[in-house]
């Protein structure tokens, strides 16, 4: 997914997908809290799949279980309405600083939903570290 859009949340904290993502997020979708303090929207299938190693990981682990408590509590699984709208709780609100104005962008396998401020922060200092960039993002095995 790849884009960015400026929508509002309604006034029953509906957000609705950009047009060009709905068929994919036609089916369930699930809304997670974000590292950056932000909201991504998965594809669940997408999501599940991801999350399979850390399920699997031992719960004896101090970390697995609370990477697992972290990422989950405040997840919720969502079918789009016929308009392609999905519900943001009032947590997830409040943990990316949502109001009414917010900007959506396309992030690969999700899109991810930001503060505007706090993108416009973010993204000039995206901007200003890859900007010349030429190192390696992916690390070799």
């Given amino acids: 997914m790849r884009g960015a859009w ?3 949340l309604d006034d029953k904290s509906r957000l609705t997908l950009p047009a060009k993502y709905r068929a994919e997020l036609t089916d369930e979708v699930t809304v997670v809290c974000e590292q950056e303090r932000c909201l991504a929207i998965y594809a669940k299938a997408v999501l599940d799949a991801m999350m399979e190693p850390v399920n699997a990981a031992p719960s ?4 697995v279980r ?6 989950q509590y405040r997840a919720e699984d969502a079918t789009p309405d016929k ?4 519900t943001i709780t009032p947590s997830q609100r409040t943990w990316a600083g ?3 104005d917010v900007v959506v962008i396309g992030a690969g396998n999700r899109l991810e939903v930001w503060n505007p401020e706090q993108w416009e922060a973010y993204s000039s200092a ?11 993002i992916v690390p070799r095995s």
Avoid: C
Avoid at 126 to 136: R, S, V
């Fill in 6 to 8: 400026t929508p509002k």
């Fill in 98 to 100: 949502l109001d009414r």
């Fill in 66 to 71: 609370e990477y697992q408590r972290w990422t």
């Fill in 60 to 63: 004896t682990l101090r970390d």
């Fill in 83 to 86: 308009q392609g709208r999905v």
């Fill in 126 to 136: 995206l901007d200003a570290k890859f900007a010349d960039f030429d190192g390696e």
